[in-house]
């Protein structure tokens, strides 16, 4: 359950080997906001926001993407407007080699209007987060993406409880 009691993060953070650290955001901001973050993106970035065609899909980016920015300066010293990226051949960023002496790796899933961050160090980790949209989850979007056992449990649940259990893969 999402509170919305959030909590600013300290000025540094220590990443245990052992440890994996999740951030949440909320992508909803006012003008004012969008425009002050957006001077943390790269070149690349600024353009890459400007190709969204809806203004709530290019600030839900700005956002996402210069909260990622602040975080990582969080753990590395280097300042948020300063992260330098690179990208795998399927787009995925990652912090480029010169500034991750740590072997900080991470990942970030957005929705709506919110976005999970997740960190680690020397490991590969996934995170994900989907808003859950009644009209999206019917059995017929369920029998094109789900596994036959997985169709067949959420086609046996009670109909009020059919739309959790899409988003949660029965």
């Given at each position: 359950m999402i509170t919305d009691d959030w909590h600013?993060?300290?000025?540094?953070?220590?990443l245990g080997s052992d440890e994996a650290h999740v951030w949440r955001a909320?992508?909803?901001?006012?003008?004012?906001?969008?425009?002050e973050l957006s001077i943390?993106?790269?070149?690349?970035e600024r353009a890459r926001a400007d190709r969204y065609q809806r203004s709530v899909d290019r600030d839900?980016?700005?956002?996402?993407?210069?909260?990622?920015?602040?975080i990582i300066a969080l753990y590395l010293p280097v300042s948020a407007g300063a992260v330098e990226f690179i990208y795998n051949k399927y787009g995925k960023p990652a912090i480029s080699d010169d500034q991750n002496g740590r072997n900080l790796n991470f990942n970030l899933s957005h929705s709506h209007e919110l976005a999970l961050y997740g960190?680690?160090?020397?490991r590969r980790l996934g995170i994900d987060i989907e808003y859950i949209r009644e009209d999206f989850a019917t059995l017929e979007i369920a029998e094109h993406f789900f596994?036959?056992?997985e169709l067949?449990?959420?086609?046996?649940?009670?109909?009020?409880?059919?739309?959790?259990?899409?988003f949660n893969c029965c």
């Open positions: 600013r993060p300290p000025e540094k953070i220590e909320s992508l909803k901001q006012d003008s004012a906001t969008v425009s943390l993106l790269s070149p690349d839900r980016f700005i956002v996402a993407r210069a909260v990622l920015r602040k960190f680690a160090s020397a596994a036959k056992a067949a449990a959420l086609a046996a649940l009670p109909e009020n409880q059919q739309v959790r259990s899409f």
